[in-house]
């Protein structure tokens, strides 16, 4: 019968997708199990798993140190380098703590500052962990320090998160722009209306809670 060998292709189709699908997700889950199950540290749980997939898929010596240098970031390095010296800096000098004075005498509120810092320097830098190292440290003494209020840090980094989609240095943005030919504006048109709705949701949030 016809119908029922359709059937049975479709169920075989939809089988070999699901074990492609946990096949590859297996080193993600692999690494998930190892650190809140076991109890490895990330790092070494993340060795292990690289480890055994280079022996699965047979890599060679080359190919083994050519991925291991296509991995690894120079500028990422750095740019954690930068901020936790920054934030150094920030905190030795006593800038974090004389934040919250300042912007009480300016009169600008807490609200704009949550929005605008994160917001310029996710643009500026186009990297989450950039705007989070940098601005972070100055805006919790506004927010609670050691114990801050999380709705408002919640709307502090949807800001940032925003900064970062609308970053014109946001390498993920760029290789698609790069990939299918666009322009940025029609790229921002389209993420305008997401991006408004996750602040907006962020931001009540931050009022009623």
């Known amino acids: 019968d016809v119908g029922t060998e359709g059937t049975k292709l479709t169920s075989k189709g939809k089988l070999a997708d699901m074990r492609s699908a946990v096949i590859c997700f297996s080193p993600i889950l692999a690494v998930m199990l190892m650190v809140m199950i076991l109890k490895v540290d990330i790092s070494l749980a993340m060795i292990i798993v690289v480890a055994t997939l280079f022996v699965y898929f047979k890599y060679s010596p080359s190919r083994i140190w050519a991925t291991l240098k296509e991995s690894i970031s120079v500028k990422t390095l750095l740019l954690v380098l930068g901020v936790n010296v920054f934030k150094g800096v920030m905190e030795g000098s006593g800038a974090v703590n ?22 310029l320097v996710g643009m500026i830098t186009g990297i989450t962990l950039a705007f989070v190292g940098v601005t972070f440290p100055l805006i919790l003494p506004l927010i609670g320090g050691t114990t801050p209020d999380l709705s408002m840090l919640a709307f502090a980094y949807a800001s940032g998160f925003a900064g970062v989609m609308f970053s014109p240095v946001h390498l993920c943005l760029v290789l698609t722009k790069e990939y299918f030919n666009a322009e940025f504006i029609p790229i921002f048109r389209l993420m305008l209306v997401p991006e408004l709705i996750v602040l907006a949701v962020a931001f009540a949030q931050m009022v009623l809670l």
């Not at 004389?98 to 917001?119: D, H, K, R, W, Y």
Request: aromatic fraction near 18%; charge should be negative.
């Open 98 to 119: 004389n934040l919250p004075a300042f912007f009480q005498s300016t009169g600008v509120p807490v609200e704009a500052v949550l929005f605008i810092l994160p917001f």
